[in-house]
């Protein structure tokens, strides 16, 4: 019975938790016991290729099935197991197309513990199998180089099994490999009598017990039985914590040899024919170590003649380092005194400078029992030194591979930046590199930072000087490495002056050879890896690209990774403060459990609980006795609409009853969560306490017949708000004025109807009414709609049941202000007009005297003969200055007589496009403005106008011609005609000058204002211009864009705009 209580326990749990897995990263599904598929969630959609859950939804499982038998071995397993973990099989996609999976299955069993329905998760593994797959031919690749060796090679386990073995290995033992590899190396193929000995030997080297021995020889059997000696060359194989795992051994058959050299000792004779054929070197030495006779295969080893050779001191011949000397003098000793040596591996350097490796064996040469001397027999064993170390390198190269495309799987996200390091140190320590590193570029590319870094012991590490440095400090090289090329140098010291700036920076850090490759992650190229050769210049060899490159690829997608989860991360931790920090209570609810299961602070706060939040809360209980049937009815409704598929918003209000006897009034919202093609069963809630409001609203209903009707009837908005600013009550007004319903104002709280800029002064203006009871004073406001406009507020304090009230009147000022701002303007502009012309015929006539006497003192200059050619040229400079700044007195003067003519403007109807092309035709003729492109944007089909044309061809000559000269010679002037749905048309200029200095925008259309003081300019025309448009009813303004230069917005009244207004009026 227990049993059964779990997994019903264990069933709820897991489909109460569908809706929190259906937007996690790994696929997730359910399905009846036949295969039939109950719901899936996003990620198991783009898994397979499906867009909508209808498309997956109630098929069979089978049809996605690669192997129809994989299926019936799954449902077996879950049927006698309950479950199946990282069970691994093909799948097909919605195109057709196969990838690897990774299933985990568990079956849901009821209260009697019958399986009810499958829910399990699936994992993409195809990059992984697609690994392993390169793994097994990379492996099979390296079993072809080992049968290509002419020695055995063999590897053998702890427990004496062989796990490798090469061709040759298999044709001396007369097996095929399946014969061999898994089989007991003693037990199978060492003879009897060596079995015990050189089991114990390796047993004694897998426990540590014993040094191992670098060379022996001893006896293999053979299929048919025979006996071969081998001379085995070992090493020791160690796992990633330097535990012995095994050994690994190449032999040599040396069984006819150790027959050849029984033979030589039978005959001198015999011996120097062998001698001479024998493929190994063969030297005679006394006593003193000088050559007595050697045969040619030592000449070929060692590159000499019979003349260098002979005759000279063995140390002469095959010493290549200091220690040599005592090295053999300790073997020749040994020797002598009766002991014996295995073969041992000198070097010695060729002729051409290249190292080669020889094998000697060194074997006293005895006359009557006393050693006359000494036998070497030595062979050149390069090529095989060559391939053991190639297949060493390749071991370590594989396994180093495979060791960082698994490190990261595992990793926690804190240990990322630790592992990239390990990594940078494993592959700079294969590569025999001084310094390995990351660097990242800035999401802009900009900038690029040296993110991680290993060094060599005594290499300075550079990543904490290389941080945010511009990438343009470094053009060729980021040019590169931008276009996702390999950046690869021997030597640095020969860059050319391309990579002047590269060369200097990477001299500096001592660097003789570097190796850069690029990071790429979604084909961007967002840093790169890189490998320094500080000590001495390296080639690059191919194999080391290849490495750099593929780990390139791996911190690639480990650093898209941590960015990834980082990202998640942040957008949880703020997701879950701002949801626990909210004002309003927020809680998660089970409908069918009538629990909260999850819910913030101010829930708590608002149900005086103390608790911690994972404790549930029955809603139900919450509620007074008096109303907990009217709630139970209300919730029993709200399932009911649930599983009819009403999803929308839910709203009702209840009160609560505080543990200390307290009772609240809450306002409830419930949202639905989604729940794929289920019926939601859970709902977000937002809970308010609005105890406070309620009573208020009792009180003010008391009184509210008393004032209801003027109230409601008055023209001025009317807000009544609580000393905490929450907004009780609103007329009409107030709606109409600020474009709210009801609803959303008494949401709100008199903060919010204010933009931020006026807060310090609503605060103000709060504490003076609180104060004094009473304050009239003028603030902005801020629409639904974004838009500010000034109010003029009478505020006043009263109370209600002990509860301080502010009653607020609220007046909008615009068109006042408005008007005020224009007769401020105007009688500036008419006072402007009137001292113009009182003083303009006072200062004409002295300038028209000015005028004259310049003009004649230029003749004058023009007929003296006297003055020299640079005196007279200097002289009409200075007069042609004088004359032009007379005009410009003149055009002021004229600019305020302007402001004095009281004409009244000539209003018509007209076509504005033909005004606007005469404009501009008229401008272009005059100013010939060279350089600079018009494009001119009329609509054809523009209602006419019901302006002046006259005026309004002055209006845009005036702003194309400061257009024309803020650009000089190039740029461009766009002029675009339309019309507005208020009936208005509107001329708006546009340019890509320099554009006007925030700090000047308000005063441009001042009388006298001007930013060309040294060119002829009266600071007029544009005052001027909002004058003459003023005069029929239309305005210009300087637009506010992101675009360079200036915008000009000149609006006139069209004819069909006067046509509707009058009818509106009329």
């Not at 590193?437 to 802009?444: G, I």
Request: with cysteine.
């Amino acid at each position: 019975m227990k049993e059964g209580s779990k997994q019903e326990s264990s069933s709820i749990t897991t489909s109460d938790s569908y809706c929190i897995t259906s937007d996690i990263p790994a696929g997730v599904f359910r399905t009846t016991i036949d295969g039939k598929i109950i719901s899936v969630n996003k990620a198991l959609l783009r898994l397979f290729g499906y867009s909508s859950p209808d498309e997956f939804n109630h098929k069979a499982v089978y049809k996605f099935h690669s192997d129809s038998g994989n299926r019936a071995e799954i449902i077996k397993k879950i049927l006698t197991e309950g479950a199946i973990s990282n069970y691994e099989t093909k799948a097909k996609r919605k195109d057709g197309s196969t990838i690897w999976i990774s299933l985990n299955v568990q079956a849901l069993k009821d209260k009697d513990g019958n399986i009810k329905i499958l829910e399990g998760v699936v994992e993409d593994v195809s990059k992984r199998k697609e690994t392993e797959q390169a793994l097994r031919e990379e492996r099979d690749r390296t079993k072809r180089y080992l049968d290509l060796a002419g020695v055995i090679m063999v590897a053998i386990d702890r427990s004496h099994r062989v796990t490798l073995i090469n061709q040759k290995g298999c044709q001396i033992l007369g097996y095929g490999e399946k014969d061999i590899i898994g089989k007991e190396w003693f037990d199978n193929y060492v003879p009897k009598v060596d079995r015990k000995k050189v089991k114990d030997v390796f047993n004694q080297l897998m426990d540590g017990k014993i040094e191992p021995v670098e060379y022996f020889e001893n006896q293999i059997l053979t299929k048919n039985n025979e006996t071969r000696i081998i001379a085995w060359h070992n090493t020791v194989l160690r796992d990633s914590e330097g535990t012995i795992t095994g050994t690994l051994s190449s032999g040599e058959d040396i069984t006819e040899k150790k027959a050849a050299e029984e033979k030589l000792k039978e005959s001198e004779e015999k011996y120097r024919s062998i001698a001479e054929l024998a493929p190994d070197g063969i030297t005679i030495i006394n006593l003193n170590g000088i050559i007595s006779s050697c045969n040619m295969a030592l000449l070929r080893q060692v590159e000499k003649t019979s003349e260098e050779v002979v005759g000279k001191h063995f140390l002469d011949i095959f010493s290549s380092q200091p220690l040599d000397s005592a090295r053999y003098s300790k073997i020749f000793n040994s020797l002598l005194r009766g002991r014996s040596f295995s073969p041992i591996e000198i070097p010695w350097v060729s002729k051409d400078g290249s190292l080669h490796y020889g094998e000697i064996q060194v074997s006293p040469m005895k006359k009557n029992g006393i050693v006359q001397g000494f036998q070497v027999i030595s062979r050149d064993i390069t090529v095989r030194k060559q391939a053991e170390e190639e297949l060493r390198k390749l071991i370590e190269f594989e396994q180093l591979i495979a060791n960082l495309s698994t490190s990261f799987i595992n990793l926690s996200l804190e240990e990322i930046d630790q592992g990239i390091d390990y990594a940078l140190k494993s592959v700079g320590e294969f590569a025999n590199v001084d310094r390995s590193y990351v660097f990242l570029f800035s999401e802009n590319g900009k900038n690029m930072t040296n993110t991680h870094e290993w060094c060599a012991r005594g290499i300075k590490p550079q990543k904490e000087r290389i941080k945010g440095v511009f990438t343009n400090r470094f053009p060729w090289f980021y040019e590169k490495i931008s276009k996702a090329q390999v950046v690869s140098f021997y030597d640095v010291s020969k860059l050319g002056d391309e990579a002047f700036a590269e060369k200097k920076e990477w001299q500096k850090q001592s660097i003789k050879s570097i190796l850069n490759v690029p990071m790429l992650i979604k084909n961007k190229v967002v840093g790169f890896v890189g490998f320094d050769s500080v000590k001495e210049k390296k080639e690059w060899e191919k194999n080391l690209v290849d490495l750099l490159q593929i780990v390139g690829e791996t911190l690639a997608n480990v650093l898209q990774r941590k960015e990834a989860e980082n990202a998640l991360r942040r957008s949880e931790e703020k997701f879950r403060l701002l949801i626990e920090n909210m004002r309003h209570g927020l809680a998660l609810y089970d409908w069918k459990k009538d629990e909260i299961v999850y819910y913030n602070k101010a829930v708590r706060a608002i149900f005086g609980v103390t608790h911690d939040s994972r404790v549930p809360l029955r809603l139900l209980d919450s509620a007074t006795i008096d109303e907990r049937e009217e709630l139970k009815r209300t919730l029993e409704t709200a399932i009911e609409l649930r599983r009819n598929g009403y999803s929308d918003i839910i709203d009702f209000d209840f009160r609560t009853a505080l543990p200390n006897g307290e009772k609240r009034w809450i306002k409830t919202r419930a949202y639905p969560v989604e729940n794929m093609n289920e019926v939601p069963s859970q709902s977000y809630m937002i809970f308010e306490d609005i105890t406070e409001r309620k009573t208020a609203e009792i009180k003010l209903k008391e009184s509210q017949e008393k004032y209801s009707e003027l109230f409601q009837r008055s023209n001025d908005a009317i807000f009544i708000h609580d000393s905490d600013g929450i907004i009780l009550d609103v007329n009409q007004k107030a709606l109409e004025l600020f474009g709210y319903s009801r609803n959303e104002m008494l949401s709100l709280r008199i903060a919010d109807l204010h933009p931020r800029k006026s807060h310090q002064d609503s605060r103000k203006a709060f504490h003076e009414v609180t104060t004094q009871g009473f304050h009239n004073f003028e603030i902005a406001f801020l629409k639904k709609n974004g838009s500010e406009f000034p109010a003029e507020v009478s505020s006043s304090l009263f109370e209600i049941g002990g509860r301080r009230i502010i009653q607020g009147i609220v007046r909008d000022v615009t068109e006042r202000k408005k008007i005020e701002q224009q007769l401020v303007r105007s009688a500036k502009l008419a006072s402007l007009g009137v001292l113009a012309g009182g003083i303009a015929h006072q200062i004409n006539n002295p300038l028209g005297t000015m005028l004259f006497a310049s003009s004649a003192l230029k003749n004058l200059l023009e007929k003296h003969d006297e003055l020299d050619e640079q005196t007279r040229e200097k002289s009409l400079a200075y007069l042609d200055a004088l004359e032009g700044q007379i005009e410009r007195s003149r055009d002021v003067v004229a600019g305020l007589l302007a402001f004095a003519q009281t004409k009244r403007s000539e209003i018509q109807s007209f076509d504005v496009n033909l005004v606007v092309h005469k404009a501009l035709d008229f401008l272009v003729d005059q100013m010939h403005p060279e350089g600079i492109e018009l494009e001119v944007l009329l609509d054809p089909y523009l209602p006419n106008a019901w302006a002046d044309p006259v005026a309004l061809e002055e209006v845009i000559i005036n702003v194309a011609q400061n257009s024309f000269e803020a650009m000089k010679d190039s740029g461009k002037l766009t002029v675009v005609g339309k019309s507005t749905a208020s009936g208005t048309i509107r001329i708006v200029l546009s340019d890509t000058g320099p554009g006007i200095p925030e700090d000047i925008r308000e005063e441009i259309f001042e009388p006298l204002y001007t930013t060309k003081y040294s060119e002829r300019g009266s600071g007029l025309g544009l005052s001027i211009s909002a004058m003459l448009l003023e005069r029929f009813g239309g305005r210009i303004w300087l637009e506010d864009t992101d675009e360079k230069g200036a915008t000009f917005v000149i609006e006139i009244p069209s004819e069909d705009g006067q046509i509707r207004l009058k009818e509106r009026d009329g």
